[in-house]
Structures are given as structure tokens and as C-alpha cells.
């Protein structure tokens, strides 16, 4: 006769598996949703230190305000069912969430306050919820566990939740966000949680079942019935990329790369090859500013769609061009849809511009920085350490051209002033050119800075009608401003230990900025030039990096 064994989980792990196991949960998934959040909503609030204190803030508070109630609730509430009940309101909680977010962004971005606090509002309406409620099992496993001591118990729970904390932050980093949806992420942490509450409460109640049933019902639904947001144009490729958003759509015979909502760059869908926006063809300056017409090598910092690269090796075939783009799928989007084609002449580098300007030693005719958002800016593409970089990397009669979005006058001005001070520390000679007619209005404000003496308006002009560019110029030399029409007193100048570049482009998040379209006639192409460019744009192969 063979004896009849029966084996209680809870018996051989003394710890109480089901409680702790519902904390490693919810330490997975409250930090990954932390991690998450300011993917939610930096398509509309950027990624500034105001969004991400907006994300930890509220996190916190959540969390806390659980971690307190749970606290007073644990020794009359805490079971095996209140912890199946928990998970499955917060499986619900991420499944609404996740139906509604996009909107409740949107709607948030049209609210009458602040837009440095704006990000509070719907990062506690969405993410609330589901974090106050995961910070009831931390409170509840202690009281749960079968541990000898108070302390014991206390610091299990702890190091768990810490560890599952850590998990949930790496797993989210660099495995989910890279290759998955916000969507489907939040659909992911949604189901994990309803298999934890499962195999918590097993053999599950009929009660259990139905609540878990109901949520898994909720979490389809979001999947199935997220209503899409408003865009602009036809979407032809879009994807989450380790940095941001990315969407190209075509709208009214242009194509835009739009990244984090924000249009980033574009070109004709017909035969002209000009610029789209004006404010790319000041970085033909460089022609203008240097002694002799020649420009024989080029950096651009912030690649996009190419725009600028692509106009620098059709108009100047002696010219190398390096582009260091930050975002690798970037630089694949440009290569599949912005015509951006194998060239001897064009290197691509897929990492950091301050870095690269660190390592690389290659020197410069010309460097072009167009890497800022009106509400994302890289501080350390500001300071004064890194115009030293730009300037070691110039040569002599190198040519510094730098894009900023700011106003020129008035409380919106203070960034493009205080990098301009900060310029200035490090080149001689500074000028400013803004590209709309209106001071006070956010645009884009260019800057070009040398290592020789001040060039007067009239001497630029000058160079302008006399030498031949491949683009007119003329336009754009009248925008001069120089150092005297900028007042920097009452600006700093930015360090790497001291640039308040988020205090400075407050005043810029809740103002309304659109790019300037060119004149397209002025940019148009001789027949010839268009042909050589749409045969090189129809047999691109893999770029030289």
C-alpha cells in the first residue's frame, strides 16, 4: 500500500509565498509604471526636470497615502483574498487607463495652469489609482508574514519590494519600452498582475474568478477600444524608439518627422529639393562667414530627417558631411523614408554630440547644432564646457551655427540670451538671427559665432551677392542682429554645474510655436540638379557609419 502525501506550500516556505510573491508584483509593476509615465506624457509636456518631479511626486504621494492606509487597515483586512482583491483593482485601474490616457494628456494640455504643473494633473488621474492601491501590499504582507519578528517581517517586505522595484525598472528600460507600445506595456503589467492574483488565490473562489474575470474583460476592452487621438497628416511609420516618440505622416505634399508630437523635419513629396522650413537654410552662413567660399567638412549635431545634410552634399560636391544622431531609429526612419542615401561623402554616427565631440578628431570648416526641442533641451549641449568642444573642434575660420527656440524679446527671450551670453564666453564674435518679424513670439532663433572679429551686416551681404552658394542668401542676411541687440545682464551664463535650462524654457511650454514654412521658389532646383538628386534618392543603400 503507498502512503498518501500532501505537501502545504505555506508550510515549506515559512514566508508566507502568497504575500510575498504579491510584493515582488507590485514592486515590478508600480516602478515600471513610474518609468512608463513619462513616456505617457512627454509627447506633450517634453521631458524637462518639471515632468519627471511631476512622475516622482506623484508616485510618491500614491504610494505613501497606500502604504498608510494599508497600514491602519492590515490587521483586521490583511488575507489571501484582500491581496487577490487588491491586484484585481489594480488590474481594472492600469485596464482604464489604458483606454483613456492619450485624452486625458491632451485635455490636461488645454487646462488654464501653469504648464510646468500641468503634467501633475494627469499623472495622478491616471497613475494614481493604480499605485495608491499597490501600496496596500506591502503592509498587508507584513502583517501576513509568518516571520519570528516585527523588524523581520518588516525588512523581508522591504528588501522584496526593493527588489522587484529594481526588476521592474530595468525590464521596463530596456526591455519593454525599446520594442513595445505604451499600450501594450501597460497591457502587459495589467496581465501579470491577473496571473499573481490567480496563483495567490488558488484554488480560487467562484467570487475570486469573477472579479479576476472582470478585469481581464476591462483590459481586452482598453486593447480593442482605445480611441485614437487627433493627428495631423497621413501616418505612414510610426514606433516608440528607446528615446521618444517617432511619427512621419505626409500632409498637403510634405513629409514631417514628428518626435514626441513635435515636428523635427521635412521635405517635398515632389520634385523640389529646397528646404521646407526657413530656418534651415541659415546654416548655409557658414559660406558667408568664412574667409574664403570653401567649406570642405561640416558637422551636424541633431539629425532627424536629413534635411540639411542631404542640402549640404547637393549643393557642394567637395563637402564631407558627419551627422551624429542620438537615436539610432532615427537614422533608420531617414534612411527609409527621407531619401537619405549612400554617399562617400555623408558619415553617420548614432551616439551622443558631446560625446562625439569628446573623441572624434576630426576638425571643422562648420558645425551645425540643431538638436533642441522648445520643450526638451539637452543641458549639456548649452553650457560653456560644451562650446569649448565646438570650438577646439573648429578650425580657425571655422563657422558655429546654432539653432534655438526662443523669443527675442521679453520674458520668453531668457534661454536664447543666456546661451547666447554663454557663447560668447567662448567665441569672439556672436550674432543672432531671428527668423520672424514679431520679437516676443517663440521661433526659431539662429546663432552663428566665430573665433575671428565681429562681420558687419553690409560685409555679409556683400559676400552674399558676390559669391555663389547654391542658395540665396539675401533674405536671410537681413535678420542680422548683432551682439549690442542682445542685453545678457540680467541672464547667467550656463555651466555644467550650474545651467537652470528648465527654469529658462519655462516661460516657452504653454506658447504656441510654429515652424516657419519657406518660400519654396527661393529654394527650387535647376532641372538638372533635381534629376541627379531623385536618381541618387531612388537606389539608396546602406549608409557608411
Given at each position: 500500500m503507498v502512503p498518501e502525501f500532501s505537501i502545504n506550500t505555506d508550510d515549506v516556505l515559512p514566508f508566507n509565498w502568497r504575500a510575498e510573491t504579491a510584493v515582488f508584483a507590485s514592486g515590478v509593476t508600480s516602478m515600471g509604471l513610474e518609468v512608463l509615465a513619462g513616456r505617457v506624457i512627454a509627447p506633450v509636456f517634453g521631458n524637462s526636470v518639471y515632468t519627471w518631479g511631476g512622475v516622482l511626486g506623484v508616485f510618491m504621494i500614491a504610494l505613501g497615502v497606500g502604504y498608510w492606509l494599508g497600514g491602519k487597515r492590515a490587521h483586521e483586512h490583511a488575507s489571501k483574498i484582500a491581496l487577490t482583491k487588491i491586484l484585481t483593482y489594480s488590474v481594472i485601474t492600469i485596464g482604464v487607463m489604458s483606454a483613456v490616457y492619450?485624452?486625458?494628456?491632451?485635455?490636461?494640455?488645454?487646462?488654464?495652469?501653469?504648464?510646468?504643473?500641468?503634467?501633475?494633473?494627469p499623472l495622478t488621474i491616471l497613475f494614481g489609482p493604480p499605485t495608491f492601491l499597490l501600496g496596500f501590499i506591502s503592509p498587508y504582507a507584513a502583517e501576513l508574514s509568518e516571520a519570528r519578528s516585527t523588524g523581520e517581517a518588516s525588512g523581508r517586505v522591504y528588501s522584496l519590494g526593493t527588489v522587484g522595484s529594481i526588476f521592474g525598472a530595468f525590464l521596463t528600460t530596456y526591455g519593454l519600452v525599446p520594442y513595445l507600445s505604451v499600450l501594450w506595456i501597460q497591457i502587459l503589467f495589467a496581465g501579470s498582475l491577473v496571473v499573481v492574483a490567480l496563483a495567490i488565490s488558488y484554488p480560487p473562489s467562484v467570487r475570486s474568478l469573477a472579479r479576476?474575470?472582470?478585469?481581464?474583460?476591462?483590459?481586452?476592452?482598453?486593447?480593442?477600444?482605445?480611441?485614437?487621438?487627433?493627428?495631423?497628416?497621413?501616418?505612414?511609420?510610426?514606433?516608440?524608439?528607446?528615446?521618444?516618440?517617432?511619427?512621419?505622416?505626409?500632409?498637403?505634399?510634405?513629409?514631417?518627422?514628428?518626435?514626441?508630437?513635435?515636428?523635427?523635419?521635412?521635405?517635398?513629396?515632389?520634385?523640389?529639393s529646397g528646404y521646407v522650413w526657413d530656418y534651415e537654410s541659415y546654416a548655409h552662413l557658414s559660406h558667408l562667414y568664412r574667409q574664403a567660399d570653401s567649406v570642405d567638412r561640416v558637422l551636424v549635431i541633431g539629425g532627424a530627417g536629413f534635411s540639411i545634410p542631404k542640402r549640404f552634399l547637393a549643393e557642394y560636391p567637395n563637402v564631407t558631411v558627419d551627422v551624429v544622431e542620438l537615436d539610432p531609429e532615427v537614422v533608420n526612419a531617414a534612411k527609409t523614408h527621407f531619401n537619405v542615401t549612400n554617399s562617400p561623402r555623408l558619415n553617420i554616427y548614432t551616439q551622443d554630440g558631446r560625446r562625439y565631440l569628446r573623441n572624434t578628431n576630426h576638425t571643422y570648416d562648420a558645425i551645425v547644432l540643431d538638436a533642441y526641442q522648445k520643450n526638451n533641451v539637452p543641458f549639456h549641449l548649452t553650457t560653456v564646457g560644451f562650446m569649448q568642444l565646438v570650438s577646439e573642434r573648429l578650425d580657425e575660420r571655422g563657422v558655429f551655427i546654432q539653432n534655438i527656440i526662443s523669443a527675442t524679446e521679453g520674458p520668453r527671450s531668457k534661454f536664447m540670451r543666456s546661451e547666447f551670453k554663454t557663447v560668447q564666453r567662448v567665441f569672439p564674435s556672436a550674432e543672432i538671427y531671428p527668423t520672424r518679424t514679431t520679437p516676443r513670439a517663440v521661433q526659431n532663433v539662429m546663432v552663428a559665432a566665430t573665433k575671428g572679429p565681429d562681420m558687419t551686416q553690409a560685409e555679409l551681404q556683400h559676400r552674399s551677392q558676390q559669391r555663389s552658394i547654391g542658395i540665396d542668401l539675401s533674405q536671410e542676411v537681413q535678420q542680422y542682429r548683432g551682439p549690442g541687440t542682445v542685453t545678457t545682464t540680467d541672464v547667467p551664463v550656463l555651466r555644467d554645474g550650474d545651467a537652470p535650462v528648465d527654469r529658462l524654457t519655462g516661460p516657452l511650454y504653454d506658447q504656441p510655436y510654429v515652424v516657419q514654412q519657406t518660400n519654396a521658389s527661393r529654394n527650387r532646383q535647376s532641372p538638372a540638379q533635381i534629376q541627379t538628386i531623385n536618381a541618387a534618392a531612388s537606389n539608396p543603400i546602406p549608409l557608411k557609419n
Open positions: 492619450e485624452q486625458v494628456v491632451q485635455v490636461s494640455a488645454l487646462l488654464p495652469i501653469p504648464a510646468i504643473y500641468a503634467p501633475i494633473i479576476v474575470g472582470l478585469a481581464v474583460v476591462i483590459v481586452i476592452f482598453a486593447a480593442g477600444f482605445t480611441p485614437a487621438t487627433a493627428t495631423s497628416g497621413n501616418t505612414v511609420y510610426e514606433t516608440e524608439t528607446p528615446y521618444q516618440h517617432l511619427r512621419i505622416a505626409d500632409d498637403d505634399g510634405v513629409r514631417t518627422m514628428y518626435l514626441n508630437d513635435h515636428p523635427q523635419s521635412a521635405m517635398y513629396l515632389d520634385n523640389r
